[in-house]
């Protein structure tokens, strides 16, 4: 655990699988005991059967998201504010997976800032540029930055209809 995490750092949100097969997109929850681990969140994306893109999207606690996509040898990864990691276990986990050290408390001024690769998804149709717009809109909750996610990607209909669920 991160010196700077809260020991009941687990917060409340939900995660989602979505893979996209053939042209066809899927979106499934993923366990909630696999929500406050980073290595539980890769291991359960890769364990999705699939020949076509798969990654996972986290919110935890209406704070921030998480964007998680197994590649050979690790995951790629996008943390949308990274000062989450000062009191979540989850923000503090991908910073380190990033090599990136945990903000201190007197570094941090109003403004959050992401972390990790804005061109995560860029060959499913959200690039580096418009994935920044996404993550500094202040004015959205972490799920509703994901649906905007989710409608420049293609697969709208299928997260609204995961989101009914949580």
Not at 120 to 128: I, K, R
Request: charged fraction near 25%.
């Amino acid at each position: 655990m991160t010196s700077g995490a809260q020991d009941s750092a687990a917060g409340t949100g939900f995660g989602a699988a979505v893979v996209r097969e053939d042209g066809t997109w899927r979106c499934s929850l993923l366990a909630d005991e696999v929500l406050d681990d980073l290595d539980g969140v890769v291991t359960a994306l890769r364990r999705v059967a699939s020949t076509g893109a798969v990654f996972g999207m986290l919110v935890v606690d209406d704070e921030f998201f998480v964007l998680v996509r197994p590649v050979p040898g690790g995951a790629s990864l996008l943390l949308s504010d990274a000062t989450a990691a000062l009191d979540y276990d989850l923000a503090a986990d991908v910073l380190d997976a990033l090599h990136v050290a945990v903000p201190e408390e007197d570094e941090i001024d109003d403004e959050p800032w992401p972390e990790g690769d804005l061109a995560l998804l860029a060959d499913l149709g959200v690039p580096e540029q418009e994935m920044q717009l996404i993550v500094a809109d202040d004015e959205l909750y972490p799920d509703e930055q994901l649906a905007l996610i989710a409608q420049r990607c293609g697969f709208a209909d299928q997260f609204s209809a995961l989101l009914e669920k949580v």
